[in-house]
Nanobody, 126 residues
Framework: QVQLQESGGDLVQAGESLTLTCSAS????????VAWFRQAPGKERGGVTC????????YVPESEKGRITISRNNTENTVSLEIRNLRAGDTAMYYC???????????????????WGQGTQVTVSS
């Protein structure tokens, strides 16, 4: 049985940094593209960042470059998301997902992902 589990969510102050971790059982994350999504109350789920299978190409929206980093730890079978300089607008439930399509790139479209975690809450106070 495949399970993804997010951890690291917390209540933090604006300007602080936070690292979220996606742990997997039943699959090896290095065999899949992995993405982080987030959903704030009343809003649609949106993509944050992703890392591809094989090449470890990463995608971060231009507006977030320098503030968001995604990385793999293959020894621990995890993928981490670091967000620096947190803002109130980062408040959301954060989900990790492992993808369907193996290739040199990754995409921030939910339909590209087969396995999902239950989420971890990040709350940023200003």
């Amino acid at each position: 049985q495949v399970q993804l589990q997010e951890s690291g969510g917390d209540l933090v102050q604006a300007g602080e940094s936070l690292t979220l971790t996606c742990s997997a059982s039943g699959i090896t994350l290095d065999d899949y593209p992995v993405a982080w999504f987030r959903q704030a109350p009343g809003k649609e789920r949106g993509g944050v960042t992703c890392i591809s299978w094989g090449t470890d190409y990463t995608y971060v929206p231009e507006s977030e470059k320098g503030r968001i980093t995604i990385s793999r730890n293959n020894t621990e079978n995890t993928v981490s998301l670091e967000i620096r300089n947190l803002r109130a607008g980062d408040t959301a439930m954060y989900y990790c997902a492992a993808g369907r399509r193996r290739g040199p790139h990754c995409f921030l479209m939910p339909d590209e992902y087969k396995y999902w975690g239950q989420g971890t809450q990040v709350t940023v106070s200003s």
